[in-house]
């Protein structure tokens, strides 16, 4: 069952008007959600990065207390608890005729939520995916705000095609002055021979959620963690590297434009934070399911 407005409807007949600002324009924002034990993970993260979006974009959304009880009525309809994803999604809504301006948009916002079972493959999370570094950048924030997690995500899927096109599962993603920045559907990280994880400083991705929890459970356990800018010559002579999400967490990277990293196998680092990501992951959930 998916949720379309405040109605729960059957796959076949869960439809938005072809007059709805998302269809005709990709104008809205969405998020992710992994569950765990029947509980959306960093709940409270994820709304405040669609309000966030939302606030950026004029979209006037539901209550927080609305969109949450779209999601778990969602869950309760399909008797999901674990292994599920989520994607919330919520347009400006339906609009009176196919054009730009938001206020030709006649009615409210329209809220979808779609759950799903859905795992990542054993293999992705314990031998890694590779990587491709794409020729399509990050935009400037003045040309679309890499920060915004709006339902437009051309850039991004023109990366995925040249990656999957060259062989690789995922683009890797440089900024305007070619540093590293992201991929296109999750964010990278490295590890460097000394032992210091690095990320990008932030400035052409997405407010990752999951990005955010594995620099905190590094805070947390002392390993050295850095958000700073460095190039594809650091990428390719780190002794590890890998990328998060929420729907994998934390996964190893083997290769990146054809450089085998470190040694091609996860690495201690790796295996060490995807085990400490798991235990804030059900640190989360405990303190939902106590509520």
Known sequence: MVWVDGELLPRARAVVSVFDSGFVLGDGVWEGLRVSGGHPVFLEQHLDRLEEGARALLIDLPTREQLTEAVYATLRANDMLDGVH???????????????????????????????????????????????TTHVRRA??????????????????????????????????????????????????????????????????????????????????????????????????????????????????????GRTIGTGARGPVVKRLQGLYQELVAEDVASRAAR
């Not at 609009?95 to 409210?108: A, I």
């Not at 850039?155 to 991929?183: H, K, R, S, W």
């Not at 594995?214 to 190039?231: G, I, N, Q, Y």
């Open 140 to 257: 400037h924030p003045d040309t679309l705000d890499p920060r915004l997690n709006a339902h437009s995500k051309l850039n991004d899927v023109t990366a995925c095609i040249q990656a999957y096109t060259a062989g690789a599962d995922e683009a890797l993603m440089l900024d305007p002055d070619g540093f590293v920045a992201t991929c296109n559907s999750t964010h990278f990280f490295l590890v460097t021979r000394a032992g210091e994880v690095w990320t990008s400083d932030g400035r052409y991705c997405l407010g990752g959620i999951t990005r955010a929890n594995v620099l905190e459970v590094c805070r947390r356990h002392d390993l050295p963690a850095r958000e700073r800018t460095f190039s594809l010559t650091d990428v390719y002579n780190a002794a590890e590297a890998f990328v998060t999400g929420t729907f994998a967490g934390v996964v190893p990277v083997r290769t990146v434009d």
């Open 86 to 132: 989520v994607r919330l999604m919520v347009t400006r809504g339906v609009k009176s005729t196919p054009y730009q301006d938001p206020r030709v948009t006649v009615g409210p916002a329209t809220v979808v939520a779609i759950a799903e079972h859905k795992e990542p493959l054993p293999a992705t999370v314990t031998e890694g995916i590779t990587l491709f």
